[in-house]
């Protein structure tokens, strides 16, 4: 807010972006959501100021000729010490009515795209492709839906899971014949020892046996 309203003088700020270190440019992830996937930045090196018309640009340029530039003033002054961690606090603390209402607004968005994903899956049912293949369903009393992107997308996970179990269940039989094999292989070795211990102990006349 700080670097926007100083830069504010120069033209319209777009966008104001806070890095630890320096990159090729803007991100291309942009957060949309206020409580889910929030990152704040405790530390920065660089900050990219991006203006909506090319001559704020210029504009900045000219400001190093000005003089430095104060963040904090009497008329906008940056909350230090308690102050800081008192608004700090506040904004941590979340309103419910503003959470619910971006969750609704996120899952209408989300049954919106599913309806159009089925809408046009529908609609090309029954119509050839460019090849002449015709993509047909399941009909009768529970007649199967039409493979969506996103029931293509569970369709794929689920496999992967599967796949990912069946991995582990046979890291785990392999482990266990490979448990088993070194333990035959231990026993075969004291075997042997105890045979050479034994002929040496009677070539020593000292085998006792009762």
């Known amino acids: 807010e700080s670097l926007s309203r100083l830069f504010a003088r120069c033209g319209h700020v777009q966008s104001v972006e806070i890095r630890e270190k320096p990159g090729p440019g803007e991100s291309k992830e942009k957060l949309t959501s206020k409580f889910f996937n929030h990152q704040t930045a405790t530390g920065f090196q660089v900050a990219y100021v991006v203006f909506r018309?090319?001559?704020?640009?210029?504009?900045?340029k000219a400001l190093s000729q000005e003089g430095p530039l104060l963040i904090s003033t009497e008329s906008h002054p940056v909350k230090t010490g308690i102050s800081k961690w008192i608004a700090s606090y506040a904004a941590s603390v979340v309103d419910p009515e503003e959470l619910k209402a971006e969750v609704d607004a996120y899952m209408q968005d989300y049954d919106k795209k599913v309806a159009e994903e089925e809408a046009k899956a529908a609609k090309e049912d029954g119509v050839p492709d460019e090849e002449g293949w015709v993509k047909v369903t399941r009909k009768g009393r529970k007649p199967g839906l039409p493979r969506t992107e996103a029931a293509n997308l569970r369709v794929l996970e689920k496999e992967k899971r599967k796949r990912a179990r069946k991995e582990l269940l046979n890291f785990y039989a392999w482990q266990h014949r490979e448990t088993k094999r070194e333990?035959?292989?231990?026993?075969?070795?004291k075997f042997e020892e105890d045979k050479q211990r034994i002929a040496l102990m009677r070539a020593q006349r000292k085998f006792r046996p009762y």
């Open 53 to 60: 018309k090319p001559y704020g640009v210029q504009a900045a």
């Open 183 to 189: 333990h035959i292989a231990q026993l075969r070795k």
